[in-house]
């Protein structure tokens, strides 16, 4: 239920916001766009699905703690 | 349409903010969650006043190199400076870097909202739920852009200065106990000085992010103003703050909680009629918060248009919006290590970017554009 509502509410967001993109002509914009709301969108329909994302600052928390523990 | 819109008001009239506004962005941002998370971590206990003071005096250089670098180089952001300064390639990785720390911080303060509202005000609603109603709102403020911003903040800090001094400072006289307070250094100086570090950290030296967002200041002579009347503005209203949490609840307890300045004000009660006064913190936080997101969401999508080469940055503030509330949910899985995270892991992690960076730019400036003053 929660999925269907992500792929509803992106689909009204996506189609208000490309046709401008899409009529300025700009690859690059429609590119940079697509890509942003790509990953958006994916990592919104993995929560709604319940399936939990690794966090992307493990990484810098095992860095620093390295250093200054 | 309404993009064509904002478009045409850009190329008509470039933003420009004034002395004033940018004072109020700086203050408002400061305060952002710092009002309900408190500064120093509970490290200092009694002398958290005295580490904030201390927090104050370290914070100081760190701006007067924001500034000057905003001064030197008039009318330019921080990614501008990074690619006169360091060439295209260095810079740009530069700025990729500065675009991840804003990303990251304002990340962060959706965190602590969202904590907020699910452990003190709606614990059985969806954490996703109140933060969407906010999302418009960013999305909406960025587009925008900062004039906007600062016309807002300017009106608001009204409501803020009104709700935290006259209303629950006044109002908490009752319940002070100067007791909390005495005896002044029994911990002895370490403490503070560690404390100090975190406050530099965690409200003062974030003001990082209004370098790369105040490309439209008026004078040269603005950024000095801004930057100095903003940190004593937000270092005077935490301090009062954390005077009024340290009197009426005690160290101990701040130590222990979540939101000290929601259990203080909780504890305020004149009469049988003036109680529960914890919305006023609510309002503030919200109203702090959203000065602080959308600076970070800015920043983001500034540097995103600097570092593509792109003609304009509000196609890309909806993604970016989306992207960064996804990041504040999966960030961490509960709120015990969000909590770590503010006062252990942030400080050490933000020097880097508050202090190191921007001393390395100020150097390789200093001696690369010697002739511009």
Redesign the interface.
């Known amino acids: 239920m929660a999925a269907f509502g992500v792929v509803l509410v992106y689909s009204i967001?996506i189609s208000f916001?490309i046709y401008?993109?899409f009529k300025s002509k700009?690859k690059?914009?429609m590119v940079?766009?697509l890509i942003?709301?790509g990953?958006?969108f994916i990592?919104?329909l993995l929560?709604s699905l319940g399936i939990?994302?690794?966090?992307?600052?493990k990484p810098?928390?095992k860095f620093?703690?390295m250093?200054?523990r | 349409m309404l993009y064509e819109g904002y478009r045409r008001v850009l190329r008509l009239n470039k933003e420009i903010i004034s002395d004033k506004q940018g004072i109020c962005l700086v203050t408002m941002f400061i305060l952002g969650s710092t009002l309900l998370l408190g500064t120093g971590g509970g490290i200092a206990k009694k002398d958290a006043w005295l580490a904030i003071i201390a927090g104050m005096v370290y914070a100081a250089p760190a701006l007067y190199i924001y500034s000057r670098l905003l001064s030197k180089f008039h009318g330019r952001d921080l990614f501008d400076i990074l690619q006169l300064v360091f060439g295209k390639y260095l810079g740009k990785i530069i700025s990729l870097l500065y675009i991840w720390f804003a990303f990251h911080l304002g990340a962060l303060v959706e965190r602590n909202f969202s904590d907020f509202t699910e452990t003190a005000v709606y614990p059985d609603t969806p954490v996703a739920f109140p933060l969407i109603f906010f999302i418009l709102l960013f999305i909406w403020g960025v587009k925008l852009g900062i004039e906007n911003l600062g016309r807002w903040s300017e009106f608001y800090i009204l409501i803020v200065l009104l709700l935290i001094v006259t209303v629950t400072i006044t109002l908490s006289l009752p319940q002070l106990n100067f007791n909390n307070i005495r005896p002044v250094f029994y911990n002895g100086i370490k403490p503070i000085l560690h404390s100090a570090f975190l406050v530099f950290s965690f409200p003062f030296a974030e003001t990082v992010v209004f370098m790369m967002v105040f490309s439209s200041l008026k004078t040269k002579k603005s950024s000095y103003k801004i930057y100095f009347t903003g940190l004593i503005f937000g270092s005077i209203i935490v301090l009062l703050v954390s005077f009024r949490n340290i009197l009426i609840v005690g160290a101990d307890s701040i130590a222990r909680d979540y939101f000290p300045s929601y259990v203080a004000v909780s504890a305020i009660k004149v009469g049988d009629f003036i109680q529960r006064l914890e919305l006023a913190v609510s309002t503030v936080l919200l109203l702090n918060v959203f000065i602080k997101v959308s600076i970070c969401l800015l920043a983001v999508c500034k540097g995103l248009e600097k570092v593509f080469e792109l003609d304009d940055y509000r196609f890309l503030v909806t993604p970016m919006a989306l992207l960064m509330a996804s990041l504040s949910i999966i960030v961490y899985p509960n709120i015990m290590e969000s909590v770590k995270w503010a006062f252990k892991i942030w400080p050490y992690y933000a020097f880097f970017f508050q202090a190191i960076l921007p001393l390395i730019i100020f150097i390789v400036a200093e001696i690369k554009f010697r002739k511009i003053i």
Do not use: G, H, Q, R
């Open positions: 967001i916001e401008p993109i700009k690059k914009n940079l766009y942003a709301m990953a958006s990592v919104s929560l939990t994302v690794p966090s992307p600052v810098i928390e620093i703690t250093f200054f």
